[in-house]
Structure formats: structure tokens, C-alpha cells
């Protein structure tokens, strides 16, 4: 394919619609798709970086998981013992996950809203997590909703992100990319999300390999996983003052 051709194949959606110009709705209209076409779509296992470094014990702690999906990780969440408000602006989503955490008796709260204007309570969240979601949203709007995650978290509070990275196949038009790679408008750099999340310290940043058989044919990504904390308050006598629990 000639660079000319590359290059206006990397703005078309699989129906004719420009990814750069694409409405909020319009992307989430293709995850509602896919969506109906079986339950879970994104598998049942959580992201290894939650299992890594979430708090374990949930009990009494909140999180909030952006741009949910099904919710996997939102009812790995709730399983622990985490309040979980889980947002997505595809309807077939929070249907699906207000069901299973009904049926399981999880406590999920799915909210259908456009993640580019939603407003977050500040210091409300023990846990924040956004998987995959960031690459999907206009690159303008990124780091206002960047502020108002970092100041979402409660200090001491955990924020999980992974991203898929520069070298994922779908950048570089390689074979065996995603379904949704035509949907992506930005991958990530490790620093870039180090820098955008800038005012939480960085427990870990780095781009990993892996392969995904979790939807669609078998493929590989190339994930950038970050971890910040939001620094504990110090109390009078300068030492960190945790929340109680
Ligand atoms: C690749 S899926 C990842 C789902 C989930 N985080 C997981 O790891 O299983 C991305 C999700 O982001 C949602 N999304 C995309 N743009 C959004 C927006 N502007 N507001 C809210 N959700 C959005 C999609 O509907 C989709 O469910």
C-alpha cells in the first residue's frame, strides 16, 4: 500500500466513518456491536496489572473503572469488596454489567456517559482504573480528564492504566491487529502517561508484550501499563497521614 493509501486507510472505520471526526457515539455504536455478539466479551479474567496492584482487601474502599466495558475488571473490583462505579458510554455495556453484578449481588454502579465532559467527584476514590479507553478518546480532551482523575483519588489511592503502546501491530498496520485498531487515536509512550498523570508518583511505567485471546482472532499488543499513587497527605509533624482503613 502506497503511503498515501496507508495513510487515509488509518482514518477510515471499518463502515466509511473518519476516526478523526468520529462522535463519541459513533465509537461506542461498534463496541455496542460487538457487544451483542456474546456475553463477556473481553473475557472473564481481570487485567494482570489490577491482580498486581490493586489492594487486595476492598472492604469499605471505592473504585471507579472508566470506560468499563462488559467489566470484567469492574466485578474483580466489586468481588474484593470495592463500591465500584463503572462508567462506558455504550449502552450494551452497562446493561450487561448491571446484570451480572445483579446477578452475582456485586455492588456496581454503571453509569452510561461520555467520559470526553464526565465529571468526577474530587478525592472520592480509593482505586481508579482505565483499561484501553484513553487511546479511544479525542487527544484534546485528555488532559482535562487527566486533572480530574488525579484529583478523583483519595490520597494514598491507586491509579491503573494500560494503553496500548507505540509498537502495538495495530500503529503499525501489521498483520494480526484488533478489530477496534482502526478505532485507536492515539498510542501511548510509557513517559506519555507518566506526564499526563504528571502529579502522581509513578510505581510503574513500562511497555510489556502480550497475546490476546480474549476476542477476535488470536493477537498481540503491545501495552503500556502505568501505576501511580496519589501522595498520602502529611499531617502537622510532616509524616504521611494514610486514610483509615
Ligand atoms: C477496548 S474496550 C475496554 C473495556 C474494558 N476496560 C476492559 O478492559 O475490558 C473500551 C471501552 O471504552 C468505551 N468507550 C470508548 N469511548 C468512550 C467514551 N467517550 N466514553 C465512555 N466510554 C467510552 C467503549 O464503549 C468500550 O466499552
Given at each position: 500500500m502506497s503511503r498515501r493509501g496507508q495513510a487515509v486507510h488509518e482514518l477510515?472505520?471499518?463502515?466509511?466513518?473518519a476516526a478523526g471526526d468520529a462522535t463519541a457515539e459513533a465509537v461506542c455504536a461498534h463496541f455496542d456491536r460487538r457487544y451483542a455478539t456474546r456475553a463477556g466479551y473481553f473475557g472473564a479474567r481481570p487485567s494482570l496489572g489490577l491482580l498486581r496492584y490493586c489492594p487486595q482487601d476492598g472492604a469499605g474502599r471505592s473504585a471507579l473503572d472508566l470506560g468499563c466495558g462488559p467489566g470484567r475488571n469492574s466485578l474483580q473490583l466489586a468481588r474484593r469488596g470495592y463500591g465500584v462505579t463503572a462508567v462506558d458510554y455504550s449502552a450494551a455495556a452497562v446493561r450487561e454489567l448491571r446484570n451480572r453484578a445483579g446477578a452475582e449481588g456485586l455492588p456496581v454502579c454503571p453509569v452510561c456517559a461520555d467520559l470526553h465532559d464526565y465529571e468526577l467527584p474530587a478525592g472520592a476514590f480509593d482505586v481508579v482504573v482505565a483499561v484501553?479507553?484513553?487511546?479511544?478518546?479525542r487527544r484534546s480532551a485528555l488532559p482535562a480528564l487527566a486533572r480530574r482523575v488525579v484529583a478523583a483519588i483519595k490520597p494514598g489511592g491507586v491509579l491503573l492504566v494500560e494503553e496500548l503502546g507505540r509498537s502495538d501491530p495495530g500503529r503499525l498496520r501489521?498483520?494480526?491487529?484488533?478489530?477496534?485498531?482502526?478505532?485507536?487515536?492515539r498510542y501511548f509512550a510509557p513517559e506519555e502517561l507518566r506526564d499526563l498523570f504528571r502529579p502522581l508518583e509513578a510505581i510503574c511505567c513500562r511497555e510489556l508484550v502480550l497475546t490476546d485471546?480474549?476476542?477476535?482472532?488470536r493477537h498481540r499488543h503491545a501495552l503500556v501499563r502505568y501505576v501511580g499513587r496519589r501522595r498520602p497527605d502529611r499531617a502537622a509533624d510532616g509524616r504521611e497521614e494514610l486514610p483509615w482503613h
Amino acid at each position: 500500500m502506497s503511503r498515501r493509501g496507508q495513510a487515509v486507510h488509518e482514518l477510515i472505520f471499518h463502515d466509511g466513518s473518519a476516526a478523526g471526526d468520529a462522535t463519541a457515539e459513533a465509537v461506542c455504536a461498534h463496541f455496542d456491536r460487538r457487544y451483542a455478539t456474546r456475553a463477556g466479551y473481553f473475557g472473564a479474567r481481570p487485567s494482570l496489572g489490577l491482580l498486581r496492584y490493586c489492594p487486595q482487601d476492598g472492604a469499605g474502599r471505592s473504585a471507579l473503572d472508566l470506560g468499563c466495558g462488559p467489566g470484567r475488571n469492574s466485578l474483580q473490583l466489586a468481588r474484593r469488596g470495592y463500591g465500584v462505579t463503572a462508567v462506558d458510554y455504550s449502552a450494551a455495556a452497562v446493561r450487561e454489567l448491571r446484570n451480572r453484578a445483579g446477578a452475582e449481588g456485586l455492588p456496581v454502579c454503571p453509569v452510561c456517559a461520555d467520559l470526553h465532559d464526565y465529571e468526577l467527584p474530587a478525592g472520592a476514590f480509593d482505586v481508579v482504573v482505565a483499561v484501553t479507553v484513553l487511546g479511544l478518546l479525542r487527544r484534546s480532551a485528555l488532559p482535562a480528564l487527566a486533572r480530574r482523575v488525579v484529583a478523583a483519588i483519595k490520597p494514598g489511592g491507586v491509579l491503573l492504566v494500560e494503553e496500548l503502546g507505540r509498537s502495538d501491530p495495530g500503529r503499525l498496520r501489521r498483520e494480526g491487529a484488533s478489530e477496534f485498531a482502526s478505532l485507536i487515536r492515539r498510542y501511548f509512550a510509557p513517559e506519555e502517561l507518566r506526564d499526563l498523570f504528571r502529579p502522581l508518583e509513578a510505581i510503574c511505567c513500562r511497555e510489556l508484550v502480550l497475546t490476546d485471546t480474549t476476542h477476535g482472532t488470536r493477537h498481540r499488543h503491545a501495552l503500556v501499563r502505568y501505576v501511580g499513587r496519589r501522595r498520602p497527605d502529611r499531617a502537622a509533624d510532616g509524616r504521611e497521614e494514610l486514610p483509615w482503613h
